[in-house]
């Protein structure tokens, strides 16, 4: 079975530090592999995506992620940080089922951003 | 696009009294996922379909709770009775083939 785990439930950075948000994976298969955040009182939203090919991947509002399999890591970086990054951050792996197209979610990281 | 619809946005109703809580989920989208979101529990999955039919519906906490897709653009999560353990956010989100799911605003149940 498929599982996430995020390192640390809250994270505090300073503005225009860098951010680093930890996800480890288990997975049986090769795995594809998200960062979603959430803005208070929304949906989720999805900020990158692993699937195949390049391991660093880029995604929306400067964030980026890398896909290392040695490690069964895909951790959240952003060079700077901003006020407006204040967010819930989760994880997720694929879980492949019989039915396909299930999502194992971590269970959130808050960031928190101060001046 | 809209994106995914939901309805109510937020649910204020007494112990005991049923709740219907409805999602559009994105036209053209295959699955459709219903989540519920606690400070205590985070975020859990509780039923999905795939074209209408359920998949998997084992995250569904008991016969209280029950899901429909009548059709490709709405779907249904019913509790009956409610109880004030079954305050939370509730997600709606849809996904074509592959493995992005798009989320709804989610609607904030209170039972009293």
């Known amino acids: 079975a498929q599982s996430v785990t995020q390192l640390g439930s809250h994270v505090s950075v300073s503005e225009g530090a860098l951010v680093l948000l930890r996800c480890n994976y288990s997975?049986?298969?090769?795995?594809?592999l998200f960062w979603y955040v959430q803005y208070p009182n929304q949906g989720l939203q999805l900020l990158l995506k692993y699937t195949t090919g390049a391991t660093l991947v880029k995604g929306i509002n400067g964030f980026e992620a890398e896909f290392k399999k040695s490690e069964t890591s895909f951790h959240l970086t952003k060079p700077s940080a901003h006020m407006s990054d204040a967010a819930e951050y989760f994880c997720a792996v694929s879980a492949f089922t019989g039915g396909g197209n299930k999502l194992t979610f971590g269970t959130g990281t808050q960031l928190k951003v101060e001046l | 696009d809209a994106g995914v619809i939901q309805s109510p946005r937020h649910e204020v109703t007494e112990m005991g009294q049923e709740v219907t809580l409805r999602c559009k989920p994105i036209?053209?989208?295959?699955?459709l996922f219903w989540y519920r979101q606690t400070m205590m529990r985070g975020l859990e999955l509780l039923i999905y379909f795939n074209n209408n039919v359920p998949i998997d519906d084992s995250g569904m906490p008991e016969d209280r709770f029950s899901a429909k897709m009548p059709n490709a653009s709405f779907s249904t999560l019913k509790i009956q009775p409610s109880e004030p353990r079954d305050s939370a956010v509730y997600f709606c989100a849809s996904s074509p083939p592959g493995w992005e799911q798009f989320f709804g605003p989610g609607t904030r149940l209170t039972v009293l």
């Open positions: 997975s049986s298969v090769p795995p594809y």
């Open positions: 036209s053209g989208h295959d699955y």
